[in-house]
Structure formats: structure tokens, C-alpha cells
């Protein structure tokens, strides 16, 4: 995390009290801009000139040093000096944009959360010029939705706040391990648990307590602590135990508490007892060490925590029919990469080669197409440049495949976005919803899987962890077909997507169905968003041979090419 964050999070309140009080457009998109492009950026903000960083220009490099030097930005004190506290946090409620808040701010009186469910409730909203019934339905609809991920945050989020607050403990504990809802990698996390084991017992906690990221100290023992971090409030919880007991703590506290459950009901059957502390005959410890040693006491083999949600894997371990998962290894390339020929901020031969340094042997470039005006989508003509330019580019660059693919549109009337002459031309073809997203949903992705070029379905249900509901749709019939005519279903590994999640990926798996993890990498750094769609994948029970980017790229099997 660290700076680069802190001034995005900054740059994005500031935009977000422009939009309120009516400022231009691009006055407000230039610092939604310049916090994306810091958020992207890897390096260290404060070792370079932060103009040097593609997409941030002057003035905003100079906001940057001036954070960099005070710990604040005078802009930001400006704008938001006359707003009252936690009203601008609402517009990150669905269905409400800067226009609605200000009219409910100034006709209403709405100040916060508690002020908006008040006169939704009055039923004083759809009264307001330009509203109506309608409007305010979705306002209520969004309400229940932010109220319900509010206290959640994206797994993306955790596991850079879980690194950067494991990286000064690990040197003194022996072990170390996140645990939790985050260790079994699911899609959004309460708070972070930690376990640590070593002697060092009391200093381990009180450099935790310790740490710049610590807003607030909520509880503090000898071998515990509680934190609320400076991110989003984020609260982690660090415990501290004996090596000896390590793998039955670890257990104990990645839960889920159905599986911990569970695994106690089959310790008690055979005459054991099963806690965080060990493994218990009578009185006497029979194991503890490492979770391994655990499970086989209990007489079944090791179980991913990302499997371990009762959902029938410890029936599977019994019986020894455990899915043998997918794994980083297992990944040689990514099919769903967007360039700067449309609205990637890299151009092919970067992430080409950022895609080598990861290790794989090919990537799919997939630009929008031509309706997709606003993200830059390619006319016929400029996809044959890109496609000529790929071929340059493959020239000089050995080692890794370039593949040519396009993210296609799906378009209101169902028809796609290039005619087949040009579809047959690429080496894969995704699809994807990005318009029309409540009118005839399910038959118009129906229509796209009946085109024999289509090998791909993009992001399948258009939901945002951030709030957005996704399309109006059968999800169910949607992979069902999709299994029956051989698309492979995009588990897009987006952090605010995770899209098909991991109930909808054991369905399709369950109807037969293939599938793809892709990043939908805009810019270089956002290829690492494989690790939040590995990890999905996991969690739908998906094996090496379920996954086409697991395959060499000669064998990818693709509908085309069966
Ligand atoms: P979260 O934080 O809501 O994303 O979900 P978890 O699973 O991380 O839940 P959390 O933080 O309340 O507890 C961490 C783990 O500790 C949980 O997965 C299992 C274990 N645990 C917590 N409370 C209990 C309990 O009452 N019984 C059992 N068996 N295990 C528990
Ligand atoms: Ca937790
Ligand atoms: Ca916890």
C-alpha cells in the first residue's frame, strides 16, 4: 500500500466533492485519472518526480509533492471544507450520482446515511423535480445494496493490507500465516486474521500495535491484539501461538466455522477431540504440529482452504475424491489483456514483455470493439493495424505467443459487433455484454454462443463487488448453454469483478462447462489480478484441466479449433 494509495484515496475524495458541486467535467476526470494511475503504479512515489508517471501532469505532480512534504493537500481542505461530514461517502451508493445527492442535499437536507433512508422512507424523494417513483425505488434498491458491502471489503484490498502488515512481524516469528476468510481467498473479507507463532511472544504483538497503518488499538493481551488500520477501517486481528500447536490453530482459525464444525463432529466419532490447541485422546496430545498432521489423525487428507466451507469437501477427503486444484504453476499465459490500441494504458510490446517476466508462454490481446466508443473501441481498419502490429512485434519479441483476440460486443439487438469475415480472422473471439444490460439479456448471449467463431464469455454476470447488481439475467441458462455449445465461461479476475464467482462456477462445472481465468488487465501491474481469479477458480472446485490457460497455446482448446 503506502503513499501511492494514501494520495489516490485523496485525489478520488477530491474528484468526488468537484462532481458534487457541479465542477467540469474534465476537472474531475483529470484527478479520477491521476489516482488511477497511481494506484497502477508500482514503484515507490517519492524516489521519482511523479510527473515522470505517465497520466499525471503538472499540477497534480505538484499536489503530490506537496503530500509528499506535509502529509496534506491544501485542495483537498478547500474543496471539501463546506461539505458536511459523510455526505460524499453516498455517492458511493448505487444509482446515486452527484446530481441526485446535491438536489437532496439542498432540497432535502441530506447530510448523511441516516438522512437519506429517513426521507426515502417519508417518501419525500420522488416528489423532487426530475425524480419520480421510479428513481427513488433504485435509490432505496442501492441503499440496501451499499448497506450489505459496506462492511465487506474486496479480497484485492486485503491482500495487499495483509502483506504490508505481515512484512515487519515475519522476521521475528517463526511462522506466519494469514488465516481467515482471506486465506481461503473469498471474494470479499470481514476483517483479517493473522496467526503467528514464535517466542517472542509479547514483542511480535507490540510491534503490531506499533505500525503506521494502525489507526486505532481495539484490543491488546500477551498473545493477542485487535487493530482498525488507516485502511477503509479495515480490522485485523493478530494471534500469537506455540510452534507446537501451530497447525491446529491454523486450521482453527481459517474456519469456515462450518468446516471447523464439521471436523469436530468426526474427531468426536472417532473417539477424539479436536480444538486450537491439538488433537486430544482423553487428556493426551496426538498431534497439533502442522495441519497435515491434523487432517490424517482425523483420517482424511489435506483440504485447500479454499475448499473448506462445507461444502462437501470433507466428504470428498474421505473418500478420497478431492479435486486436485489448479495452481499459479499451472497458468501459462492470460487470454484477456487490453492494449492502448483501445483503452489499456500499455501498448502491446509492454505488456508482451511483462507477460514473459510473469512466465508464460503466450497472452491474448483483446481490445474493445467499435461501438464500445467510449473505451476506445477498434473500427475494422484499426483492427488490422493492430493485428499487423502484433505480427511486427511477434517478430521481435522470441519466447512468448501473441495471440490475437478481441473482446467483442454483444450488441442490443443481439447481433455482434464485426461481421464473421473479421471474427474468422482472430485466433479467439471473447464476448461481452457492455450495453443494454436489462433488455433481453439471456437470449441476446444465447445468440452470441450460436456464432461458431465465439469461444469465449466475458465477465458473465456484469456484477461489481463495488455495488452494481449485474445484468438482468438467467445466469443459470446462460451456463448451461454456454456448457452445451462449448464457450468457456470467463472467470474474470478483475479485483471489483470476480466474475463468474465461485457458487456459479461449481453450477456450470456441475453442467459441464469450461472455463478461463483472465486479468482484464488495463495496465501491466493489473496482470498480478490472476492470483484474486486463481483463487475463485479454487474456491469452484476447478481442476488444471477445466482451465484453458493451462493448456500450451498450440493446445488451447478453443471451440474453433475443435
Ligand atoms: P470474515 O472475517 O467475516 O470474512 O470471515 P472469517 O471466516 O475470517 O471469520 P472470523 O474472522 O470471524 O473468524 C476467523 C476464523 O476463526 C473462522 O473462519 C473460524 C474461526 N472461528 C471464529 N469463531 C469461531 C467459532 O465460534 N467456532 C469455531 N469453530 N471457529 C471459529
Ligand atoms: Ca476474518
Ligand atoms: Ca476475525
Redo the contacts with the bound molecule.
Sequence with gaps: MGKNTEIADIFERIADALEFKGEMVFKVSAYRKAARMLREYSGDISSIHPSEIEGIGKGMAEKIEEYLKTGRIKKYEEVIADIPEGLLELLNIPNMGPKTLHLLHKELGVNNLKDLERVLEEGKVAALPGMGEKKEENIKKGVLLYKAGRSRIPLATALKVVREVISPLSDISEEISP???LRRM?ET???I?ILAAGEKTQEIVDIFTRQSYVREVIAKGDTKASIRTIYNNLQVDLRVVEKDCWGAALL??????AH??KLRGIAKDRGLKINEYGVFRGTKRIAGKTEDDVYRTLGIKFIPPELREDKGEIEAAMKGTLPVLVEQKDIKGDLHIHSNYSDGMDDIETVTLAAKRRGYEYIGICDHSKTSKIAGGLDEEALKRRNEEIDSIQEKIKGIKILKGMEVDILSNGSLDYSDSILEQLDFVIVAVHQGFFKNVTERIKEAMRNPFVDILAHPTGRLLSGREGYKMNIEEVMEYAAKMGVALEINASYDRLDINDVNIMKAKGYGAIFVIGTDAHSTGMLEDMELGLGTARRGWLEKKDVLNTYRWQDIPFRRRR
Design positions: 488465516a481467515g476468510s473469498k473479507i470481514g476483517d486474521d482453527y482459525f481459517t474456519g469456515s466455522k471447523n464444525i
